[in-house]
């Protein structure tokens, strides 16, 4: 069975984008049946193009990527979510909407990153902060990927969740 992971901010353009890309590519990686996706409570309709080539230099295939609602993961035709992460701040406190995992709701988590489109240095700056971004969340990523996620109950997954955002 996948298990298909959502992972939110507000404009889908930045921290998700490097979630949905650093998960997917460790999952394939790893040969783990783990599917990533990623969307926004207000998409900008971009994605930051610092985010791409982060991902881009690290391997990643960003073929496709775009910025969404999270609107498209409510809709009938939606993959069945197992996990929904917050990666920023503001969308983290917004009032998510009502996503259907395969046995009922996702475990929902927070993991809060500072936005690297708001880093100083001009570009140099930039392209620093969301490659120490990209880096920390695929860190993150690894050690979901790391559970037994099919035998795990979802108070033993909200658990290391946690654990995982703390570290």
């Known amino acids: 069975m ?8 507000t404009h889908n353009s930045a921290r998700s984008v490097l979630g949905e890309g650093m998960l997917n590519h460790w999952a394939k990686q790893l ?13 900008s309709g971009r994605v930051n193009p610092f985010a791409l080539e982060a991902l881009e230099a690290a391997g990643v295939d960003t073929t496709g990527y775009r910025s969404k609602s999270w609107d498209e993961f409510s809709a009938s035709n939606a993959p069945p979510l197992s996990i929904v992460i917050t990666v920023c701040d503001s969308a983290a406190a917004e009032q998510c909407p009502v996503f259907f995992g395969g046995a009922g709701q996702p475990v929902k988590v ?38 037994p996620l099919a035998t795990m109950s979802r108070t033993e997954l909200q658990q290391a969740l946690v654990a995982i955002g703390r570290r």
């Not at 920390?136 to 690894?142: E, H, P, S, T, V």
């Open 2 to 9: 996948t298990h298909h992971v959502l992972i939110l901010c």
């Open 31 to 43: 040969g783990k049946d783990v599917r990533a996706h990623s969307a926004g409570s207000a998409p």
């Open 110 to 147: 927070h993991w809060g990153y500072p936005d690297p489109s708001g880093a100083e240095g001009g570009e140099e700056g930039k392209r620093r902060a969301f490659e120490l971004t990209r880096q920390a969340i695929g860190y993150r990523m690894l050690q979901l990927l790391q559970l």
